[in-house]
């Protein structure tokens, strides 16, 4: 409520025309018309209908593999069916990285297999495993600090616990252990790093998720065991004798794979170069099945352009719904579109990016100039009986958006209850089950209302900003 | 309420000593010392330090495993830790199966891999695997009454889907499809098996768990789907396509494998020969680390015993808790323990098996003599300040007593909450995190006064008999 009240202020006091111009952003036809896709989109099964034929038809499309170009293949024919006007893919290049197996045991004091998994990107162990002594470090930090002399050739354990937080808060200060954990211990000499899966769930399914290898430091093999295992480790560790670890570790890269982020548009009736962009990513881990991650966003984004391209009147503006490819190995998608996209920037009228699974929508935030937030606010009213409130004016509208909302498009961040989407994120646990059809449809009607309303709306959401300039 | 009515009247009616004899079972001191015994055992972590144990220095312990010898001696070793007077093994023999590898995957309409376990004593599949159609059953009956044209040279799925209940009780109507299923297949003439796991989780962790192949019938390659993956297939094969699969199991059996009931006991003052049998069982399947199944059985009785062995003045009758081998094949412990005892059968005053997890108990049910009613009603009357109430004169004791109980033995069933227990029962993910400390202790409070109470007692539970001819 005080952000708020400050950008009210500031709108009022840097620009004489916003106060009466917020008035005229949407007419009353269009609110209306809002409200009846929302009712609409929020009682269909559409959305879940296309995240059961992905994980169905599909299922696990690590970037780069065979099942990859299933989906390529199937995000076309699906934009078709879905009565998208216009229907195109755009090549992306990277190097992918395939897991062939992995397996992991206590040799001493106490032997005992234990789950684990290998980080994406992780070099294989020899042929024959490799075993060492584990030192434990309860975070990144510890093991930052530590002298090299205490690491090397040893297995470092990193074993910090994510907390459960309704907007996954908690990601962002666990994460570096698994993104950073093998070139850190690798520079004090470890012969492997193992962490505790980044994931909130008791489960016996470790968490995979992308590493980052340093320019400088060897490439060790990279494990994420399961928070049970992890608890085993931690137990034995307490008996206070050496813990000494097997870890076997095989995996592959195709230094030139090829994916692509797949385009579909419900084009616009008299503004057709302006463009309002949903996303999602269309590529999984292999572990699962990429329900929450993220097929929920693949279902939730395509229902929403459906519904409003089932409309007898064209909306004003293009709905352009891209299907990245490769977010989960850095983004490349979504880096690829910038640069193939840079110079239509200015026709990205604003983003917004589902990527958080299938948890219901609890808060509209968006990053658009001060003087659109009374916008906000008309589609805010629109949202309001789905139980969504207004947030606050920032954020960068989803993963694979980032790299242009950073150059300036403005964004929304329709942010979802993700409790329990870290007990199943990046594990083989990741399957259709998981998505209430309710709480799905419930996104797809919020969706129908941003994309609808900022298609029809006058006027602009100006650039977005840093979060530091904004409130200057 | 019904039942216990009519216990009373025929209490009255068969035994004109019933009456005054009922007030005195137990003495006043007693039952002082039985509150303080559940006082001292609800809140300590006894019972959860032994599982902690038994789960962190051992793990899984599959009957005939290497880690099965490791647990022996764990167990002997607690005992005489633990303050056990009398410590000793007792051998017994089984064939013991051993699973090497196991994976699945649906060729076709839509290639995915599934999550899958064999079944405990399934037969290997060919080394290169084997691939059939799949022909769907809802249960075990509908496949009973299959037509053999219909399931010959196919796997035969069996998706029955296992319900939620406090006390477990659709185990017993969705197991037979894990236990007969092969055999039942086979005589049909299916190549192969496969089942929703005898589960209530949704997590991509089948649950295997022993079949029974018939002499009669070939025996031919079970497995169990996780639950998730069990709605995958149902799912491609609604597209209205042949669904084929490719299973991969290997296998072997030693058919002269060895184990021992560990037994301890803490020896009576003055009726030393009279015996309160606790019983748990000590192997577990090789998927998980047997902690509710049935690393909480072994920390609750050993735990109750042990309190009682702390006292100054040892108790009149003897406790003696055996720990069981083999019980997940086929109760090879309890009918090992039955013919070895079988001469002692009159003096094993009253047994007691904790066998279904490490929920809170919440009821008090027992198999004695109608007689002896009364005395289950004062053991109730100290259990009830830890929210177990008093339930009927029936229940077999748990599986490893059954073979002793079904001859005569009387016993005791403290009802668990068993919400969860299905979750996680028979899967990799029972370990220890899945047990709450303050359950478990709950627990062994109530063995504490059940054990207690039945070593003072004057006068005998007398024999259990089958419900039927107690109600007459």
Redesign the interface.
């Known amino acids: 409520m005080k952000f708020i009240s400050f950008i009210l202020l500031s709108a009022i006091s840097t620009s004489s025309t916003s106060s009466s111009f917020a008035e005229e952003w949407f007419t009353q036809q269009d609110l209306e018309q809002a409200v009846q896709l929302r009712n609409q989109a929020s009682g269909s099964p559409t959305g879940y209908n296309i995240v059961?034929s992905l994980?169905?038809?599909?299922?696990?499309r690590l970037a780069g593999s065979d099942?990859d170009k299933v989906a390529v293949e199937w995000a076309k024919k699906q934009f078709s069916t879905l009565g998208f006007d216009k229907v195109w893919s755009e090549e992306v290049k990277f190097p992918s990285w395939q897991r062939i197996h992995e397996t992991g045991q206590i040799l001493s004091p106490?032997?005992?297999?234990v789950?684990l998994t290998a980080l994406g990107n992780s070099v294989s162990t020899p042929a024959e495993g490799l075993t060492g002594e584990v030192v434990h470090f309860n975070d990144l930090d510890e093991l930052q600090n530590a002298d090299a002399d205490q690491v090397k050739g040893k297995i470092a354990f990193i074993s910090k616990r994510m907390g459960v937080y309704k907007d996954g808060k908690d990601y962002g200060a666990t994460v570096g252990a698994r993104v950073n954990g093998a070139s850190i211990a690798a520079s004090k000499g470890a012969i492997a790093v193992m962490i505790r899966s980044v994931g909130t769930d008791?489960?016996?399914?470790p968490h995979t998720g992308v590493l980052h290898y340093d320019a400088q430091s060897a490439k060790i093999p990279a494990v994420a065991l399961s928070?049970?295992d992890a608890?085993?480790v931690i137990?034995?560790l307490n008996?206070g004798l050496p813990v000494s670890m097997k870890l076997n570790v095989e995996t592959k890269v195709n230094p030139e794979a090829v994916s692509y982020n797949v385009i579909g548009e419900i084009s616009g009736s008299t503004k057709p170069n302006e463009i309002i962009l949903l996303g999602a990513h269309l590529d999984s881990w292999d572990l699962?099945?990429g329900a929450i991650d993220d097929g929920a966003g693949v279902g939730i984004v395509m229902a929403a352009a459906h519904y409003i391209g089932q409309l007898e009147k064209a909306p004003k503006r293009t709905i352009r719904v891209v299907l990245f490819a490769n977010e989960e190995s850095g983004l490349f998608g979504g880096k690829a579109y910038k640069k193939a996209h840079l110079k239509q920037l200015d026709q990205h009228i604003i983003g917004a990016e589902s990527d958080f699974g299938a948890g219901r929508i609890y808060q509209l935030d968006a990053n658009v100039k001060a003087d659109a937030w009374p916008a906000i606010e008309k589609i805010s009213g629109v949202l309001s009986p789905l139980d969504i409130s207004l947030g606050e004016n920032h954020g960068d509208g989803g993963p694979d958006l980032s790299p242009f909302q950073h150059i300036g498009m403005a964004t929304f961040d329709l942010k979802q209850d993700g409790t329990h989407y870290f007990d199943w994120h990046h594990?083989?646990?990741d399957?259709?089950?998981?998505i209430s059809p309710n709480d799905l449809a419930q996104n797809v009607a919020a969706y129908t209302v941003i994309a609808y309303l900022s298609a029809q709306m006058e006027g602009d959401f100006g650039k977005s900003a840093p979060e530091e300039e904004k409130q200057k």
């Open positions: 059961e994980t169905t038809e599909v299922g696990p099942a106490f032997p005992q297999p789950r008791n489960n016996r399914t928070n049970p608890d085993l137990r034995q008996r699962g099945t594990t083989s646990n399957t259709l089950d998981k």
